[in-house]
């Protein structure tokens, strides 16, 4: 796309909706008998309980329709090996991206484990603010959603999100993310990834509840998110996270 067709797509899009605000809410107020406003979501993972089975980013690409190719995805898990000379090897867990892999033999092994990774649903999200025509937006309960009627594919957002959260999808050429299965979570559902994790090394709830079960991994945890530095704010949570992982 050249910068013309680029902006008179923007222009006309735009044009379509006068307040931003508007189709936001409408959006959101489809869902029957749900107020956002009360509701403030995040997900906790306890990386000594993931075992990097995979069922996370099957049940995913199930419940949302993300295409089976291995480099379309909502989540992802990787496994970081972190050998006694100080290196560090990343690999995903999907076989078809990675082959065989780096073959390390178990002696030169300090300590192995897995990082499930997927969008951070920041509360302050570069992605947002980086979109020329409001397509990513944020809701009152705190989840960063993708409006694919709105989106025009210029790829801003992808390039934004700094942790790799993004992709185009190949059939709609639009934005796609993980939305922690908003169309579950409205009804009162688990997200799908926390639904079939064997080990329930995901957690999902409501912030602001006292009663949530993330309220209470927070407490009885040691918090840590990817790349403090940036001031995202991320929403995605960890414990027991490596110093290493990035």
Not at 4 to 33: E, H, M, P
Not at 157 to 184: M, N, S, V, W
């Amino acid at each position: 796309m050249d910068r013309r067709d680029f902006f008179t797509k923007a222009f006309a899009v735009t044009s379509a909706y006068t307040v931003l605000g508007g189709w936001l809410k409408v959006a959101v107020a489809d869902i029957k008998d749900y107020d956002a406003t009360k509701h403030y979501y995040g997900m906790g993972i306890q990386i000594d309980k993931c075992i990097g089975c995979g069922r996370c980013v099957e049940a995913c690409k199930e419940e949302n329709g993300v295409p089976k190719d291995p480099f379309f995805f909502r989540t992802w898990v990787e496994r970081y090996t972190i050998k006694k000379d100080g290196e560090v090897i990343v690999q995903n867990m999907d076989s078809r991206i990675n082959g065989e892999g780096q073959t390390v033999h178990d002696n030169d092994i300090l300590r192995s484990f897995f990082v499930p990774k997927l969008c951070n649903q920041c509360d302050h999200p570069p992605c947002v603010q980086v979109c020329p025509v409001g397509a990513t937006f944020k809701t009152d309960d705190g989840v960063i959603l993708v409006d694919d009627k709105r989106c025009i594919g210029c790829r801003y957002c992808i390039q934004a999100c700094p942790y790799g959260a993004r992709y185009l999808h190949p059939e709609t050429q639009t934005a796609d993310k993980c939305t922690f299965c908003y169309h579950r979570i409205t009804k009162g559902l688990l997200p799908a990834c926390v639904e079939v994790c064997p080990t329930q090394a995901r957690i999902f709830g409501d912030v602001k509840s006292t009663a949530s079960p993330l309220t209470r991994f927070k407490r009885m945890n040691k918090i840590h998110v990817l790349k403090p530095s940036l001031n995202t704010e991320p929403k995605v949570m960890y414990s027991e996270l490596d110093g290493e992982v990035r």
